[in-house]
Nanobody
Framework: QVQLVESGGGLVQPGGSLRLSCAAS????????MGWYRQAPGKQRELVAG???????NYADSVKGRFTISRDNAKKTVYLQMNSLKPEDTAVYYC?????????????WGQGTQVTVSS
């Protein structure tokens, strides 16, 4: 069973930076994509950024130019560098891993880490 553990959340002032990490444990079969999602109170969970096994990335328009996703395959870890943070970035951030093996997708979620941007 794959488990994901996020870390790095916290309270930061507007304009500040945070770096989130998500480490996967357990055996992962096949290639896998990792991503970060977020959910603010009263809103639906939304994609923030994703990265494929080939290091292709995609970002939500709201974070382009401010956030950077990266991964370390040897450590089975994905990172989200968040710069120029805004109050509207406040949310619980979740890590997601999707592995494709024998034609099936296996989806795993982390437990979430709170990011609060406030003065």
């Amino acid at each position: 069973q794959v488990q994901l553990v996020e870390s790095g959340g916290g309270l930061v002032q507007p304009g500040g930076s945070l770096r989130l990490s998500c480490a996967a444990s357990g055996k992962i079969f096949g290639s896998y994509t990792m991503g970060w999602y977020r959910q603010a109170p009263g809103k639906q969970r939304e994609l923030v950024a994703g990265i494929t096994s080939g290091d292709s990335t995609n970002y939500a328009d709201s974070v382009k130019g401010r956030f950077t996703i990266s991964r370390d395959n040897a450590k089975k870890t994905v990172y989200l560098q968040m710069n120029s943070l805004k109050p509207e970035d406040t949310a619980v951030y979740y890590c997601k891993l999707v592995s494709r093996w024998l034609g099936n997708d296996h989806v795993y979620w982390g437990q979430g880490t709170q990011v609060t941007v406030s003065s």
